[in-house]
């Protein structure tokens, strides 16, 4: 009797592990299977417009057909992302709501002191969407100078008089500011507005004499003379303004604003769930709408498995951190 109970025992052991280890596997299947059956929110740090916002909504609609899902736009503006950021941190890691992350997120470690979320820890990668570099250096008319070098001979002639605008302290073009002023050895001053819209008009109206801001957002200005281009903060030209040249061919190829944007969900998201997201963005980047679309407005596309992105992350924090320090930038 001893032995016979002691043999059901026994099997009672093995046979339960692989019991649970069958139903553990069946759930995660279900659940791949079943993602996304809801809306996905995807959180953008930025107002309406360009950038990582202008990325997102081209690519909304192909992510809805592909998901048969509606994919929402939450824009949370303000803080440098800090904000949006932040509410993907807290969110349900569940894989309905997405952080589409820019350079905002890799250069705030290294800019703001006790954010309230861990870049390393609170979020996993799920795929790089694309590389591009948007930032332009433009003046007003009325200001006389031509060129990047005119500029410079310019600001050493009133040292601590010549200043430029950006959309925000910490913003990208803050750092390219900084990052000039260091590689020239010019002494120009930054002024901070609270959006690039804000900045863009300051320039416009001659507030400000020069600002660095996105190309999205400057373009029609420059083709309507309202405003000066100077330089493109990339290593290649623009496909929207191939007629401006980069700081690159210009003698200076560290002024380099490249952004790599991609999606983000709090840590703690099942791999499944990552890896079904990641699948959908692959196919919808790959998509002929998507890509004619993206061709035309400059951006490289990228995509990729998300430890692609993962490395992409990790590169680029090592890269701006060294930017921010060499240059002693700092929050204003």
Known sequence: MNILLLRIIDRRLIVLPLLFICMLLLSHGVLSQSYPNQTIRAVVGYSAGGGADGVIRLLAPAFSELMKQPMVIDNRPGGGTVIATQVVANAKPDGYTVLVGDNAFIVNPYLINKLPYDSMHDFLPVIA?????????????????KSVQDLIT???AKSGQIYYASGGNGTVPHIMGALFKYEAKID???VPYKSTGLA?????????????GGIFAVKSLVDSARLRALALAS????ALMPQVATFKELGWPTIDATAYRGLLVPAGTPREVVLQLNMLANKALQMASVKAHMAEVGYRILGGSPEDYGRIIQVEMKKWASIIQRAHIKID
């Open 154 to 156: 310019l600001a050493k």
């Open 235 to 238: 290593q290649e030209r623009s």
């Open 129 to 145: 969407l694309e590389a591009s570099s948007s930032t332009l250096l433009v003046c007003h008319p009325s200001l006389p100078i």
């Open 200 to 212: 863009v008009y300051a320039t416009m109206s001659g507030e400000v004499p020069l600002g660095l």
């Open 188 to 190: 120009w001053g930054h």
